[in-house]
């Protein structure tokens, strides 16, 4: 193993350690909320719940079985978000997306086989393609990027999202516009989403 990768290794596993006991929390944002539009735009009330450390955000809302994400990184390059698994990105179910120039969003719904991957889209082990709406923007040095999926798709490579129970969520950046460089900064938080219905 090269000297860069065992570096980065223990660059994710530091950052696992300090972000382990971060959590979401409510957004305190009361009233009828506004209706989710995947635009690259984070309203006031279109999200329940929100988290931020340093250049990285991310915001849920739950509502008739679907989970709407929204994520944001100081970066022009590619952002992630996953679901469940561990240690590191082990048995992980990612979502990862960047905003090329003229404004397309490409999004992958990936899952990770090994503590630092690789991570390849569903479709390679059999699953499927189950995010069902997303759309995003670069403003300044910010990418946004919205999407949504079912809590539980069904299928065994997406994490199936519980109600009102604690689950793990990683989450990391990059430079490039691709699937597949190296991260700039990864972390983790433990989340409880509550309301709503599976």
Known sequence: MGRWKILN??????????AGCIGAKPSGQSGIPVPWNPDGVIEHGEYQYNFSTGDFSAFFRVENGTLFVGM??????????????GPGMKKTDIVIAYVLPNGTVRIRDDYSTGFA???????????????????????????????????????????SVPLNESFRVVWAYGTMDDFLSDHLNAGQFYLTLGGGSK
């Open 72 to 85: 944001k990184a100081r970066t022009r390059g590619w952002l992630a978000i996953g679901f469940g698994g």
């Open 9 to 18: 290794l223990i660059g994710i596993m530091g950052m696992v350690i300090v």
């Open 117 to 159: 991957g690789p991570h390849n889209p569903d479709t390679a082990y059999g699953g499927k393609e189950n995010i069902i709406s997303y759309g995003g923007r670069e403003e300044g040095d910010f990418t946004v990027v919205e999407f949504s999926r079912k809590l539980d798709t069904g299928d065994p490579y997406d994490f």
